[in-house]
């Protein structure tokens, strides 16, 4: 099968079977093979580039042997692979991610603090996958709820009207209409406006609060029209929002199939891989599935 493979990452933990549960799902709508990786850092009171003298038998691996037991029991599988490996898992991941379509882990592992809302792994593969990351939360996370979503599937995806990112928008519209759920595009815009102001400067004209709605509203119909060319079916409900984006992104999480958000995109003067200040906070916070979609790559 020619298809790239979801990757479901498992260590064993309540919060790796939840992401495997996503990831077999996800498999199943796109009619892609599944790979079920285990990674295991054998040397983890060691510093990175030191080996322990005897890495266990990569044959012998019981998390992988209970995941196929309990796949197994379920029956209509995709076609499944089972692979262990050994090292850093914030490292293997993302390498992982290169031959894959989608990866998809658990908020928090076996290691860490049990009072992180994230752990390392999933804030290293969100932030250096070549290939989008969904982070499964735990189960009765709790957000601020945004007021009532209405019934049937929902899709978030985070809009910024200043400078869109098509990858982002092109996974969220596919993602709502293999789902067959609306999708809700967020579009934040700052609020109250904070002129600054020259000593003796007259202050700028006051601006009508409904004026920037409309326009934040006109902007993202703009972005939205060739995706919704593409995804007919895709009910789009644009909600311009005034304020932080991470909080209504937060706000419209709970009852949503997934929140999806775009990774920051590199450029000169930041040439390292960075989440984003509302990404980071969107994955720390939402009660719903996280996909972080990386950018688009340039066009030559």
Known sequence: MSTLPVIAAVDG???????????????RRRSAPLR???VRQYAHWAQPEVLAAAPPDPQDDPV?????????????????????????????????????QLLVLGSRGRGGFASLLLGSNGIAAARDAECPVVVVPRPGREARD????????RVVVGLKVDGPDE?????????????GARLQAVAAYPWPAQPWMTPGELPPP????????????????GFLAPYRERHPDVQVEPLPAAGDAAGHLVAAS?????VVVGRH???LLAPARMLGSVTHAVLLHAASPVAVVPPAPPED
Do not use: C, K, N
Not at 15 to 24: D, F
Not at 72 to 95: K, M, S
């Open 254 to 258: 709970p009852g949503a199939d997934l």
């Open 13 to 27: 933990s309540d919060h790796s079977m939840r992401a495997l549960e996503w990831a077999l799902d996800a498999a």
């Open 265 to 267: 995109r590199r450029h």
């Open 36 to 38: 079920v990786v285990h």
């Open 64 to 100: 992988l042997d209970r995941v196929r037991a309990d796949l197994e029991e379920l029956g209509g599988l995709p076609d499944t692979e089972y692979l262990g490996l050994e090292g850093a898992p914030g490292a293997v991941l993302p390498e992982q991610s290169a031959s894959a």
């Open 206 to 221: 006051i601006v009508d609060q409904d004026v920037i709605e409309d326009e934040t509203r006109i902007l993202a119909e």
């Open 146 to 153: 945004g007021g009532p979503a209405g019934p049937g599937s």
């Open 167 to 179: 990858a982002t928008l092109e996974f969220a519209f596919a993602e709502a209409a293999r789902r």
